[in-house]
């Protein structure tokens, strides 16, 4: 994995000081290798993290004949049966790298086919000089990250926003992004914090010329082929489909000439993952678990128990609320913006001690999104199924429920319950943006912050529901958390941390083949009854121990809502403290004091919203 960037300059040549002061900005994503490029017009920087042709894949990278230069972040799963194809053409290759058969295959295919061909993570900036044109593409799904800004003299990209912080003055915040931070807590693109400065969205490429003008297109369209794909009804045949799909994926994620490992939560999905890599290992995998002392968020026996079960060499750590202090800052810096998911900090433990015995990675991350293993996904899943009842019937359940006692036997099924019961009156849409607003609610943003664009949050979530025009509403959900959830937070978290710890990480539930076919599954396929994630566990459990297949989920959370009521107490007072926020004239300091007050009588669970804030403060004080 790598960092990279780049300037293309319109009019005035391109300093060698400013390209150099850029690229060291992203040393972390790419610690064994440094390069430069520049014509005067076009400078490209890179930083290596070397994971294939560890000699000869020096980046940026020329064509034979230098009509063409290449900076690359990521890795292309199947870019040797590229490679062969473009053998049979007559093609020879120089290194056994896959940033030059992107090269050659865009010199022996075109931009757009070349682009069709790629399955796997990347970001990458293609400088084609006869034509006087750069061309930035972002991956189909946003695994890796790519930032651009431009002003009247300059065109520049990056790996990461600190990068281009450098180089933007007079930075001023994005009230849109801002109202999506405290809805979502985190920033999906093509939004970032600061005005003007954007996130190339995923399966998109933005086409530069050097007289600056720029054209955005979308290249990688899952809503077409959702919408132009049949259901598949045979459950058997489904299952056999998935089997071969995963099994392929995990298998071109293993190609690497460094070592390889495995995150191992115990949950499903990471169960899975390492237990079809200990199938393709010839000796035992390498497996790591992140532990809790506060037992109710640790997973680390679970973890364990499946580590046995395949036989890997496994590692734990266990952390607290110590650890976390002294790391606290060092994590929330390092996304550059806002970023409101408390589980990057065991992301960031887990793969600090992976990158201690291996290079990369493979993860569990996005099953979830794609077999509907959230909770949220299950309690859309009643609403939807009560409101499809006869108002009779509806109105008996009520009733019902109403005569019912609060014991501490019937707590959790009511609470539960009357939930659903409440949430039945919402229309589809508003049920699933509902559900997935981990933060603050548009009224509760009206009340925060002293500013307005609170309406565009729907409306920038609405365009990618309505993308769908399927009957199951269900299918819209999971299409938008796809291109939301998946891209804005979990991606951009994993990225981040492993980055942060120069570890490459790979996500086999990310191959477009499986997104796609997981987009082709009725929704009986995925949930049934109160069963989540059924095909995933009816395809996989021969692999797992029976035992793990009964666990409930758990999120990879910390006990942040403890914490903030103890040991971190002093530190979310200093920066909520009332003449700070004054000074700042962002938000409302009585609707901060009613939240904290609230959360810290034990009243109400305000962990997410006060962690927002929490976060935007420290990320304030150090840009601002």
């Not at 293309?8 to 972390?28: A, C, H, M, V």
């Not at 949930?527 to 994630?533: A, F, P």
């Amino acid at each position: 994995m790598c960092g990279i960037l780049g300037i293309i300059s319109y009019q005035k040549p391109i300093s060698e000081k400013e390209i150099d002061l850029l690229t060291n900005t992203l040393s972390r994503r790419g610690p064994d290798d440094r390069g430069i490029f520049s014509d005067g017009k076009v400078s490209f920087g890179h930083r290596r993290l070397s994971v294939i042709d560890l000699v000869s894949g020096h980046q940026p990278m020329k064509s034979k004949d230098g009509k063409q230069i290449i900076v690359y972040n990521g890795e292309i799963y199947n870019y040797l049966q590229i490679k062969k194809q473009l053998t049979v053409l007559g093609i020879n290759f120089n290194t056994t790298s896959d940033t030059e058969v992107i090269l050659e295959a865009y010199r022996a295919l075109g931009f757009e086919k070349m682009l069709s061909f790629l399955e796997g993570m990347f970001a990458f900036a293609l400088y084609d000089i006869e034509k006087n044109l750069v061309y930035l593409v972002r991956d189909r799904f946003g695994e890796k990250p790519l930032y651009y800004y431009k002003n009247n003299t300059k065109f520049y990209f990056a790996s990461e926003l600190k990068a281009l912080e450098l180089i933007i003055s007079n930075r001023s915040i994005n009230l849109t992004a801002l109202n999506l931070f405290f809805a979502l807590t985190y920033i999906p693109a093509p939004y970032t914090i600061y005005n003007d400065v954007y996130k190339l969205q995923q399966g998109h490429y933005l086409k530069i010329g050097l007289n600056g003008n720029t054209e955005l297109k979308n290249y990688y369209n899952l809503a077409e082929i959702i919408n132009s794909n049949e259901l598949i009804t045979d459950y058997e045949e489904a299952k056999s489909e998935l089997k071969e799909l995963l099994f392929d994926s995990v298998k071109a994620r293993l190609i690497s000439d460094v070592p390889l490992g495995a995150f191992l939560s115990g949950g499903i999905d990471s169960s899975i993952i390492s237990s079809i890599m200990a199938q393709h290992a010839n000796k035992p995998i390498k497996t790591f678990t992140i532990g809790f002392k506060e037992k109710q968020y640790d997973e680390s026996e679970r973890a364990a128990l499946v580590a046995k079960h395949i036989g890997s060499e496994h590692t734990i750590k266990f952390i607290d609320h110590n650890d976390i202090l002294k790391t606290i800052d060092e994590v929330i810096d390092y996304f550059d913006e806002p970023f409101g998911d408390s589980s990057a900090l065991p992301t960031y433990f887990v793969s600090k001690m992976t990158k201690e015995y291996v290079t990369v990675a493979l993860t569990g991350d996005c099953g979830d999104e794609l077999f509907g293993g959230y909770e949220k996904y299950l309690a859309a899943y009643y609403v939807n199924r009560f409101k499809r009842l006869p108002s009779p019937l509806q109105g008996l359940i009520k009733s019902t429920i109403s005569l019912i006692p609060h014991t501490p036997f019937t707590n959790s099924f009511l609470r539960k319950t009357k939930k659903v019961i409440n949430n039945a009156g919402l229309t589809h849409f508003d049920l699933h943006f509902n559900l997935m607003s981990l933060g603050f609610g548009e009224e509760e943003r009206k009340s925060l912050l002293n500013s307005d664009y609170f309406e565009t949050v729907k409306s920038f979530v609405l365009n990618y529901y309505d993308s769908i025009y399927r009957n199951e509403p269900m299918d819209k959900g999971f299409y938008t958390d796809i291109n939301v959830v998946l891209e804005g937070d979990m991606l951009t978290k994993v990225d981040r941390m492993s980055m942060i710890n120069s570890l490459e990480t790979r996500v086999p539930f990310l191959d477009s083949k499986i997104v796609e076919f997981s987009q082709r599954l009725p929704l009986e396929f995925k949930i049934s009854g109160t069963q989540q994630k059924k095909i995933l566990k009816d395809t996989f459990g021969y692999l797992l121990p029976e035992e793990t297949l009964k666990f409930s989920k758990r999120g990879f959370g910390i006990p942040i809502n403890l914490w903030f009521r103890n040991e971190l107490r002093p530190e979310l007072e200093k920066v909520l403290n009332p003449s700070l926020i004054e000074k700042q004239d962002i938000f409302d300091y009585n609707a901060i004091k009613k939240i904290f007050d609230e959360h810290m009588s034990g009243k109400e669970n305000h962990t997410s919203k006060l962690w927002c804030l929490y976060v935007f403060q420290k990320w304030y004080a150090k840009h601002f």
